[in-house]
């Protein structure tokens, strides 16, 4: 996107308005059958439309998406955007999927494919640098350019998420449209993360705006919220609850031997050692002000570690200075978040935090959350599934899935809340917070094991430069 975005205007312009003939099948290929495929795709393009259409599928919306198969009925959203077989003997260039991938998702409700956009970009580019003509575009300016790019991914088959027979993109693109007029106004706020997300190509309907309420309505994005929600596990480790909880009580006496012998009835080791530093680090009283360092070095870290980082199976958790290798790999401007989990070599969940001192700044918290929409959407444009994103303010902590839901919509969906003990009277708080730690800690696994990239029709347009627009 930065190439695109760098080079000049009437290219720019042009390949947009071509953009819509890359519109390619949805496929699932493992990671070495993606390297031996990627050339096969720029050929195999028209065969792919040309056969299907013999096939008489998928002519109605140029969709080589499989149509759905069953008709949504009120108040259910389906799924047929991820439909579990988006592989279709279409054509003879369809790679067969790995045997891997044909698994159960994690995101059993969420599957997708993702993109040979790179491919596309350079082949579209490369033909609309030779075919430009410059005097008609010279005046776009860059707000336009913006809008160009922002508008330049478009669904274009209403069956894939409905919800009371209403396609809920098509209420995005809506909502889209009042971000663009809000950008256009200058009236974008960091306060109102969502509205500036919606511009990026993620809904965020757990943060509702004014505005996007205005499009939705609060009964429908109720509806939505619902319908991502996800069911988290009850802790099954009848043992570890009664051990933890016994800890606690002990602690609340002030009697931190008993306490930590208590924790030996917690067998998951990683839970135990987590419980123990805090019975032994935690005090019952609150400490004076707190940086932000001191909160995730003493108590961010230890439960992010505990959930996340496995040395053994090279899962790594880096609270780093160092910028997002995903966005570096697709030329987009990096940026650094205070947390990432690294699996193999490849990024997998990111995180912000926020220390007590600047709680209550909504425009510092409202631009984290973007920024680490940012970092969710050059993983998921890779061609991951799910992203885990995480956000500490202070005491607690936001675990959502960056996901994508249809074509140019991914979404951030909130999993669940968790707590930052900074005093012992907060132990209990992080135990009931296991449910949603357990996600966290089973969505990386899963994307360890599953690391093979998805190939997507599509990307999201990268909006680094938004910042200058909002307030
Ligand atoms: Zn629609």
Redesign the pocket.
Known sequence: MRKLWNSNRAAVRKYWSEHELEDIQYKNISKSAKRSSRLDNATGEYQLRNSLQKLGEGTQHQSLTPPSSSPHSASVVTNSDISPTPYSPMSPTTTRPSKKRDRESFESSDHHAAGIQDELNQKYLLKSSNSAHSDDSLDLDETDELVAMITSVR???????VLDDS?????T?KYKEASIRALRARELKKSEPADIMMLAGTFAPWHPTPMMEKVFSKNILKKIRDSLSKKLEPIDDQDADMSILLSIRHRANNKIKEAVEALNGVKDLKLRLLFQQIVEELSAGEQGEMSEETLIANHVSPILRAFTHDPELKIFAHFPNTNSRAQTQQGVKPDRPDFKVVAGNKEVAFGEVTGPSQRNDRNKNGWDLYRLARFGTAVLNQGTEVVPLVQVVAGSGTIYRHIVK?RGVMVLAEVGVFSVPTTTIHMGALLASLPALNWLRDCIKWLDDHSESLIRSWTAADLAQLKKYVQ
């Open positions: 669904h274009k088959d209403c069956n894939l998420w396609c809920v993109t098509c209420m693109d249809d």
